[in-house]
């Protein structure tokens, strides 16, 4: 994974992680505006919100899609 990501990056990390953007942003400690601007390529992630999104595509890569969470606190979808 690059060290920056871009939109489209975002999106499928969101995706691979069987999350909305709601429980995604909840995972990173923004709100969910913040998550559909960086989607949306409005925005670019934080150098924290960035740390936070390498960990979580770590934990992705890991367990496969649908991770537990980032140090067990990340919310998974409960559709899936």
């Not at 939109?7 to 709601?22: A, V």
């Amino acid at each position: 994974m690059p060290d920056k990501l871009d939109q489209y990056d975002i999106i499928d990390l969101r995706r691979r992680s069987g999350m909305k953007q709601s429980e995604f942003a909840v995972c990173l400690g923004v709100d969910k505006q913040t998550v559909n601007r960086w989607e949306k390529g409005k925005r670019r992630p934080s150098k924290l919100a960035m740390r936070q999104l390498h960990r979580l595509h770590q934990k992705i890569e890991e367990e496969g899609n649908h991770p537990k969470g980032v140090d067990n606190d990340v919310p998974t979808n409960s559709n899936g």
